[in-house]
């Protein structure tokens, strides 16, 4: 056999700290703001849907977290995962680069989506939480926090946008499975689902109302609380164990990369492998190339504004300072459900800002036809999200082989596509085209923003 | 953190060799005959289908036999595969059995399948063969014969059961993702295809009427072989991938097991896991206690007769003795699709006879209830195949609390149930039923047994 083509670590090696970029930002983050008030938000008025374990890593300025024991035993059934050298694409591409990538799909839910909703699941059940709630659009993070709230005993309530609800009945028996909830929103399990259904009785739901629904819930109930699962602080913190692991991996190679890359939709898969790597270029250390790639058709880093928006459509979240569409914009119906957000992690949009993340964006069907290329090469069928990471690899990986530069890339792959095969049936059948977000639209929706001195 | 709970081996482990039992069986196996003439089948009839460095494998009765690079340059993206101690469930169960599964379902297809596949698509390969055909029910086998084709450049092309390519099409997608093509069965392409729509033009299919397309497709083109994923002895061999990394990851654990389990539709990875440990008693080790779980209404081990037979309904492959319950046996439509199988693979057959296997079924209510206990434990959501050997563990460690003793218990979780979700979706919605197979039935398909001097 030639060299290796995946660097294992054991369950020993799992990161023992998360990172907190926080820490070592050059300049600090703009406050998230109270909705109705447009002051900063208080740790206190976060309570009413966070347990404080949570909010204290939202704000916190700790460079390294504690991963607590209990998260830590469950998180090695899958990690560390591994990291691949992808040295059938490389041949494939005939390229001199070295392509590298960290396979998130090996967690149970298939993305690495698991590893914020353990964490979160933990916090809440020392604190005495019984349910939390939560919204799913796609349903990879709906079937993350319920089989985390399977590890932990905690009753799960997920509010699945109710045209996913109908059109992916797998994904809701997977939530079930894990002992979870799964109700199609808007529903009439809440007020603002009433309210909706009264006005719009064929309403097939959105992020936004999902939001609004779970939000609502957790804030009314005692035992409740709400999880989110991408753009806040904490949530990007979970996820740094990807790129602390990619170092350690990444030295095992004996490899040290030129470019880091994820796709980004809220930020948390990108933050996760990336903010290890810009950490230690504040701290004085190398500078690599770290490329957010989102779709073409919600652009969020690439096109929208960073500004003071709401979260939610329902604008009962708090306001945050981020790249943003706006938060009425609907992107147009593109394959891939994790970046159809509005806007973008706070953290990732601040980083973007100071000029350590180089955003770009592709259209839908050059990244499918990346996937099917790597999934030839690699094995692995990629999740169309992660598609968007892999189109940016084969890219770089190509201008290489017209310069002749040995470069070092390493990248995210987020999740497989195991539960996406509707996705790669439309594209395999010619059914997909590309799609453009309408300027008219992302105007209206930017118009829409906030009011904040 | 407490313990490992999973045992990891890297690359450079993979073995070199898999294990032919055929070499330490203390009777020699019947031969396969001719299902025309009767009279045991030579190397040069099985030409017409099957490349000879698999003929080789099917027929020798050297102990070890070497797996050759670019095959163990494909497989170690995936192994060797983690061996996990199941400590939540044994938590869960509150019994002081041991129990330890090797996961399987790490595979980019999600089953052991791909450990074969890869294996045969390499010999056909070598010998300049252009195509593969194929049949597959679930679609676990011709999803990896899908990627193995691709990884070797090699066309495939899949017989898919008419009624699950209608009911599966994300299978027929996952294929396609690959390159293979993937054709409903019975079909206009083959001769035996056309005849039977001429007889019956809504023919939903079967496995026996899709192998025997593939088949007659394979004898009547030079450059196209057949490739069958169960049940033949060079397909046991290369599973035993499986069983020789498990005994080197309990040696990591400092642990023996007192059984091994499997669950047995055509016998390949019960033999994968458990082979390894019988050729070591067979060889003057100690004994392990070897069960092979198989679904109650298709009980070929537990209740079938043990004689020569056809391998499928049109009776065009090899006649082989084997536990069978007639070739003509249809099942009732239970959902294991990999387990719905009137035979048994030969080797197991005859190890079964001859007092090394303890086989044993369970009916499928019980078999999904293991499957969503084991899955809220550990994780892990198995395929509704692996569930059968599942539910076998804990009945042993279930045992084990009643009787206090410490046994350690080892099954096979052969692949995960991502793809099957409509199983259980219908198990957890209350639709599924035990369902047992007619004596009068088999009894019937019993009476057509070929007759063997």
Request: glycine content about 8%; aromatic content about 8%; proline content about 7%.
């Amino acid at each position: 056999m030639s060299d290796p083509v995946k660097y294992l670590l054991d369950e020993q090696h799992l990161p023992r700290f998360w990172y907190n970029i926080n820490a070592d930002l050059p300049e600090p983050m703009f406050p998230p703001l109270n909705p109705v008030t447009r002051q900063p938000l208080s740790a206190d008025e976060l309570e009413v849907i966070f347990p404080r374990g949570v909010i204290e890593q939202e704000m916190s300025t700790e460079r390294e977290i504690e991963i607590p024991g209990p998260v830590r035993d469950v998180l090695r059934q899958w990690r560390p995962s591994p990291l691949y050298r992808a040295r059938r694409l490389e041949q494939a591409l005939d390229t001199p680069a070295k392509i590298f990538y960290k396979y998130e799909g090996v967690s149970p839910t298939g993305s690495h989506k698991a590893n914020s909703a353990v964490a979160q699941a933990f916090y809440n059940k020392i604190e005495g939480v019984k349910r939390l709630t939560t919204e799913t659009g796609a349903g990879q993070w709906g079937s993350s926090l319920s089989l985390a709230g399977s590890m932990f005993g905690l009753e799960v309530l997920v509010y699945m946008v109710k045209v996913s609800f109908n059109q992916k009945p797998y994904r809701r028996a997977f939530m079930e499975a894990f002992g979870a909830r799964c109700i199609a929103s808007p529903s009439d399990t809440t007020e603002c689902g009433r309210k909706i259904l009264a006005d719009t009785p064929d309403n097939t739901g959105s992020l936004g109302m999902a939001i609004s629904e779970a939000v609502e819930l957790a804030a009314q109930n005692d035992d409740t609380k709400y999880a989110l699962g991408s753009v806040l602080n904490h949530v990007l913190l979970h996820q740094t164990v990807i790129g602390l692991e990619a170092q350690k991996q990444l030295e095992m190679a004996d490899a040290e990369p030129d470019m880091v890359i994820g796709c980004t939709g809220g930020g948390s898969n990108f933050a996760g492998i990336a903010f290890p790597f810009i950490g230690d270029h504040l701290r004085g250390g190398r500078k690599v190339q770290c490329i957010a790639v989102e779709p073409s058709a919600c652009p969020s880093l690439t096109k929208g504004k960073f500004a003071y928006d709401y979260g939610d459509t329902a604008q009962i979240s708090p306001i945050c300072k981020m790249h943003t569409l706006g938060a009425s914009f609907v992107p147009p119906g593109f394959h891939a459900g994790g970046l159809r957000y509005h806007g973008m992690a706070p953290l990732v949009s601040h980083l973007t800002e100071l000029g350590h993340i180089d955003p770009r964006s592709y259209n839908q069907l050059e990244c499918f036809a990346a996937g099917l290329q790597f999934a030839k090469a690699e094995s692995i069928l990629p999740a169309p999200e992660s598609n968007h990471a892999v189109r940016a690899a084969i890219h770089e990986a190509e201008k290489c082989r017209e310069s002749g530069e040995s470069k070092t890339i390493l990248f995210n792959l987020s999740g497989h596509g195991n539960f996406d095969m509707q996705a790669y049936t439309d594209y395999i059948g010619g059914k997909l085209k590309d799609l453009d977000y309408a300027e008219s639209e992302v105007a209206m929706a930017l118009a829409g923003l906030p009011s904040v001195d």
